[in-house]
C-alpha cells in the first residue's frame, strides 16, 4: 500500500526508506565506522568482534538470523562464544543507548519531531524465555504464547527510528512459583510488576529528562491513550501535545455540565461532595456523538493507495469535556475517522491541542503513527528482529537495541549519501 501525499494537510512529509543494495559500494567499512563509535562500551576485544559478527549477521542474507547460523556464517565464528555475548557479556548498554539517541538527533532530530509509543509481540514457544506468557500479541492478532514489547520511537521530516524499549513481564512471573524462573533468566531482583502504559510513562519521562531529542508530539493507541498514568507524564510536560486513541465507550459532553459542591456530614466528620446541577445530564458515548452527526461535517480524504484503488475515510472534530466518574473532567479535541458505506466503522482520538488548531493538523497527527509501525515492519523482515532465541533479559535487551542500531545505521547511510526518497503520508488503518 502507498500512501499518497496531500501537501496541505501535513506539517511535513515523512520519507520512505529506499535505500538499496547497489546503493552502497563499500558497507562493511562504513559498518565498522559506526561500531568504532561504540568500541568503549564494552570491555573485551572479543565483545566489540561478536557485536561487529552478530550486526553484520543480521544484515546477510541468511534466512533465519538467529545466533547459530549467524555464528556459523562468519569466519572462525563460535556459537557458544556468541551466545554468552549476547545473552550474558556485560554491556554498558545505557552508555549504548544515549550515544545512539545523540546520533539518531544528529540525522532526524527536529523540533517538530514526535514521539511514538505502541507495543510488538514476539510468538515463543515454552515457558521459559522472560516475560513469556499467553497474552494478546498483535504481531498475529489474538491471544497466543508470546512475549510483547513495548516501544518508543521517534519521527521527523527526516525518518523514523526506534529509540527506547522495555519488555513488558505479566504480573504472574512476580509470584513465589515463578522465583526459580526469574532467577534464571536473569530478570533484576529489584524489578517489579509494571503495566504497559507504566512502562511507555517511564521511557517518555526519561526520554524527555534526558534531552537529546527535541519533540513536540506525543502519539500512541488506546492502551496508553486511556492510562492515567501515561497522559499525565505528557501533561506535565510543557508545550508537548498529544494524540491517543481511546475506545468508542469513552463518555463525554459536548459543552461542560453545571456542577455544584455539597457538604456531608460522615463518620463524625464534614466531608464535601461534587455533584451535577441537573442529575439529568448524563455523559454520552463518543460513538453515539459520532453517529449523530450530520454528514455536512464531514471531510473526505484519500489517505494512500491499496491494490484495489484509492483508500478514502472521513473525518470531524469536536471540542469535548471528558466524563470521570460521571463528572466533568478536561476539554480535548475529539477526532473522528469513518470508512465509507452504508454501515461505517468508526475510530476516535483525542488530543490536548490548542482550541485554535485546524482539522488538517489533527488529521495529519493521526497518520504519523504509521512510522512505528514501519519500524516494526522493517526491522523484523530485514534484520530478524522476532528472529532470536535468548531467554534471559539481558539477552533480550541486547538482541533489540543491535536491531534498533542496525535499523538506524541504513538510514544513516541513506541520510549521509543525500539519496532523495519518496515521502510516505498515511492515516492508520
Request: glycine share 6%.
Amino acid at each position: 500500500m502507498l500512501p499518497t501525499i496531500r501537501c496541505d494537510e501535513y506539517l511535513y512529509p515523512v520519507p520512505k526508506f529506499d535505500l538499496g543494495k547497489g546503493d552502497i559500494k563499500d558497507f562493511n567499512n562504513e559498518l565498522k565506522g559506526f561500531h568504532e563509535q561504540f568500541a568503549d562500551c564494552f570491555q573485551r576485544s572479543e565483545s566489540r568482534d561478536h557485536f561487529f559478527n552478530y550486526m553484520s549477521g543480521q544484515f546477510s542474507p541468511i534466512e533465519r538470523k538467529f545466533i547459530e547460523p549467524i555464528a556459523l556464517a562468519v569466519e572462525d565464528g563460535n556459537v557458544r562464544s556468541m551466545q554468552r555475548f549476547v545473552s550474558d557479556a556485560p554491556w554498558a548498554e545505557n552508555k549504548m543507548a544515549t550515544k545512539y539517541r545523540s546520533f539518531v538527533n544528529d540525522d532526524l532530530g527536529s523540533p517538530d519531531g514526535a514521539m511514538l509509543f505502541d507495543e510488538s509481540g514476539f510468538v515463543k514457544k515454552g515457558d521459559d524465555s522472560i516475560g513469556v506468557a499467553k497474552q494478546y500479541c498483535g504481531t498475529i492478532g489474538k491471544v497466543d504464547n508470546c512475549q510483547v514489547g513495548v516501544f518508543a520511537s521517534y519521527v521527523s521530516e527526516y525518518g523514523y527510528a526506534l529509540i527506547d524499549k522495555r519488555l513488558f513481564i505479566p504480573e504472574k512471573w512476580f509470584a513465589d512459583d515463578y522465583s526459580g524462573r526469574r532467577k534464571k533468566c536473569k530478570l533484576p531482583e529489584d524489578a517489579t510488576f509494571k503495566t504497559k502504559p507504566q512502562l511507555a510513562a517511564e521511557m517518555l519521562i526519561s526520554l524527555n529528562s534526558e534531552n537529546i531529542l527535541p519533540f513536540k508530539y506525543v502519539l500512541a493507541d488506546s492502551v496508553y491513550g486511556e492510562s492515567p498514568e501515561f497522559i499525565a507524564a505528557v501533561e506535565s510536560m510543557i508545550d508537548i501535545t498529544y494524540l491517543v486513541s481511546v475506545a468508542k465507550d469513552t463518555l463525554c459532553w459536548l459543552k461542560r455540565p453545571m456542577t455544584i459542591n455539597k457538604e456531608y456530614r460522615w463518620g463524625g466528620k464534614t466531608r464535601t461532595k461534587t455533584m451535577l446541577i441537573d442529575p439529568d445530564s448524563k455523559p454520552v458515548t463518543i460513538e453515539e456523538l459520532a453517529k449523530n452527526i450530520n454528514d455536512y461535517f464531514w471531510y473526505r480524504r484519500k489517505v494512500s493507495e491499496g491494490t484495489k484503488g484509492p483508500i478514502v475515510y472521513e473525518f470531524t472534530r469536536r471540542r469535548i469535556v471528558l466524563s470521570n466518574a460521571g463528572l466533568p473532567q478536561k476539554t480535548v479535541w475529539l477526532l473522528i475517522r469513518r470508512n465509507l458505506g452504508d454501515d461505517p466503522q468508526y475510530s476516535f482520538s483525542i488530543s490536548n491541542a490548542s482550541s485554535s488548531t485546524r482539522l488538517k493538523t489533527l488529521v495529519w497527527l493521526s497518520g504519523l503513527r504509521w512510522a512505528i509501525e514501519q519500524c516494526f515492519e522493517e526491522t523484523k523482515t530485514e534484520l530478524g528482529m522476532d528472529h532470536y532465541e535468548v531467554r534471559k533479559f539481558p539477552g533480550w535487551h541486547h538482541h533489540i537495541l543491535t536491531c534498533m542500531l542496525a535499523h538506524f545505521f541504513l538510514w544513516h547511510l541513506k541520510i549521509r549519501l543525500g539519496k532523495k526518497s519518496t515521502v510516505y503520508y498515511a492515516v492508520e488503518a
